[in-house]
């Protein structure tokens, strides 16, 4: 009988730059090399969706005009969302999402997009641009590459765990040297390339957490992973 994993993709028109799309790919290939029969539901503004549905959660990121489309649909949608990453449901948001899944952004003009409060992190507008090949060292996923482009600086409060500890880039901010939040297995971060083609590590841990929680799997099956491990090597090693 065959098993199947369902990833809601949130907001893919208007939040989905530098790559974005590929971690959605890479999530469906590498279940589907698995045996998993994999759907994708796009979540669209204004449509019901019930997030207990779902097996893993992702969203990209988008520059401010496409996070000021989204922001007032992602608050109606913020309870059902800490709730399943309160309940251990994978979750992937980068850059504009992974801010407006902490407290929330303010614009360098000035306004405010309130977060739904799955990160305790708060972002505001600079007028330094963040970008170039990032690489951090993470407790949980060991090394990950990925390429930055933001003016955001988030903040992390007291108790929130950073994804990592940059070694190149820059990260939430200027001067912390972290980079992302974690929260059970809710992930936020500014690597787009997109991240996951680069980081098996990451993308397998997110598919098994989906499959133990869906089915109670334990351990996954190996890949053949020797392209996307020189694929991050190569991308660690440009300069910026």
Known sequence: MSRSIVI???????????????NVITLVKRLEW??????????????????????IVFGGGGQDSGQ???????????????????????????CGLYQLFGRGFITMDGRELVGIDVFKASTIGSTT???G???????????????????????LEPGQEALGRVKQGYGNNEHSRLEGAISANAVGTYLHGPVLPKN???????ILQA?????????????DDTLERMAAKVAASRPR
């Open 8 to 22: 809601a993709h949130l907001y893919p028109r208007e939040m989905n730059i530098y790559g974005d799309l590929g």
């Open 34 to 55: 698995r045996g998993y029969d994999v759907v994708v539901k796009s979540v669209e503004i204004g449509e019901a969706f019930d997030f207990s549905t779902a097996d």
């Open 68 to 94: 000021m489309i989204v922001g007032a649909d992602l608050l109606h949608r913020g309870e059902q969302l800490r709730d399943a990453a309160a309940d251990g449901m994978p979750m992937l948001t980068i």
């Open 129 to 131: 641009r963040m970008i």
């Open 133 to 155: 090949n990032m690489v951090i060292q993470s407790p949980r996923f060991g090394r990950l590459a990925g390429f930055e482009n933001h003016s955001g600086q988030t903040t």
């Open 200 to 206: 098996p590590t990451l993308a397998d841990d997110l």
């Open 211 to 223: 499959l133990k929680r869906r089915y109670g799997v334990s351990e996954l099956g190996p890949l």
